[in-house]
């Protein structure tokens, strides 16, 4: 069967093998805002867990190219009286804390920053 190939010719040793690449864009993928969260989630990502839990907010981005989180964390605390939570120039992620309108300030400040002065493309602000 030369130039075809038969699915049958595969063996149960053989594996596929399917290879992803990471190619950044100048984008915001995700940014969420996570209004009142339960306690909880404040422990399991490592957050100062004394908060009015009623006012609070958590607020997720990911960016790429990924040290733009680094900008992104300047102008969101800049912007407002928000909390840095974490920030990682490898990932692109930041996760900031604070009221929801503080985080929802902080957010929109930030993605205005890198799409009208980087022209990143930004993503909607989501809620929940």
Avoid: W
């Amino acid at each position: 069967m030369r130039g075809n190939f038969d699915v049958s010719m595969l063996n149960n040793e053989e594996h596929m093998r399917i290879i992803q690449e990471y190619v950044p864009g100048c984008q915001v993928t995700l940014a969420h805002i996570i209004a009142s969260p339960d306690k909880i989630l404040y422990q399991k990502l490592g957050l100062d867990p004394k908060v009015d839990y009623e006012k609070a907010a958590i607020g997720v981005t990911t960016v790429t190219p990924s040290e733009t989180a680094i900008i992104m964390a300047d102008v969101a605390l800049k912007a407002s009286g928000i909390t840095l939570g974490f920030v990682d120039r490898f990932s692109g992620s930041m996760i900031i804390t604070g009221t929801v309108s503080e985080v929802q300030a902080a957010m929109e400040a930030a993605l205005e920053y890198v799409k009208d002065k980087l022209n990143y493309t930004v993503c909607t602000i989501t809620k929940t």
